[in-house]
């Protein structure tokens, strides 16, 4: 079956725009990660979905980042009044219950770049 | 709290050189999970292995084996007779327990590059 895919793959946008930016899990998969990976580091926990719900946000680095998962599959992250250092690459991934020992596979991120 | 250090930022070798990359975590949890994950330069994260805590057995798959050591808090990965598409960066990462979220947390990555 296919992999876990995120659209666009590339996000150019201005300071102070919002943007979205969308993550197709695999099918089946009740576990659903946001990460966000900047230049030269290793990716950072954004949020966790269980299902619809979000059962851990506390990577969410302010309120301006905010993410949903309203039928228990596509996941959309929503940044509001972008700013330049929200340029980073946003890394989605999927587990089948999201338990610590299953493996999250992930998707090809999308590289948003914030002028 | 968790940490996952990778020391080495960038390691260059030749073709058919072995070449080890270094992962030391901290964590105070007795029940975790350790994963190395390859990303090539297409950018997506390619599971290689996963370990948990209660197994020391090192595993060896093809040119590819890992040393975990309690001990010391190491899971450190070699590649035997290195080829240029091993070329990426290597990524260590731990899923702690008390979430249970399984959430990963990442070291900074080491970057090999092969050289034929």
């Known amino acids: 079956g296919a992999g876990v895919s995120q659209t666009p793959s590339n996000k150019v946008t201005e300071k102070g725009k919002y943007v979205e930016l969308r993550c197709d899990p695999i099918?089946?998969?009740?576990?659903l990660y946001w990460y966000r990976q900047s230049l030269g580091q290793g990716p950072e926990f954004l949020i966790y979905f269980q299902g619809t719900g979000a059962a851990d946000d506390s990577g969410l680095p302010n309120d301006r980042f905010f993410a949903v998962r309203p039928e228990g599959s596509v996941s959309t992250l929503k940044i509001q009044r972008t700013e330049r250092g929200d340029s980073a690459v946003y890394l989605c991934?999927?587990?089948?219950?999201?338990?610590?020992?299953?493996?999250?596979?992930f998707g090809p991120g999308t590289r948003l770049l914030v002028l | 709290a968790q940490k996952v250090t990778q020391a080495q930022t960038e390691i260059s070798v030749v073709e058919k050189e072995d070449v080890t990359l270094d992962c030391v975590y901290e964590?105070?949890?007795?029940?975790?999970?350790l994963f190395w994950y390859k990303q090539p330069p297409s950018g997506e994260l390619v599971f290689l292995i996963r370990r948990n805590s209660f197994d020391e057995q090192n595993e060896i798959s093809g040119r590819y084996s890992w040393n975990f050591q309690k001990s010391t808090s190491s899971f450190n990965f070699t590649i035997t007779a290195s080829q240029v598409v091993d070329s990426a960066v290597y990524f260590c990462a731990l899923s702690e327990a008390p979430s249970n979220t399984g959430k990963l947390i990442f070291g900074q990555g080491t970057t090999l590059q092969v050289k034929p």
């Open positions: 099918s089946g998969h009740t576990a």
């Open positions: 991934a999927s587990s089948l219950f999201g338990t610590q020992e299953e493996t999250q596979y």
């Open positions: 964590t105070r949890d007795t029940t975790y999970y």
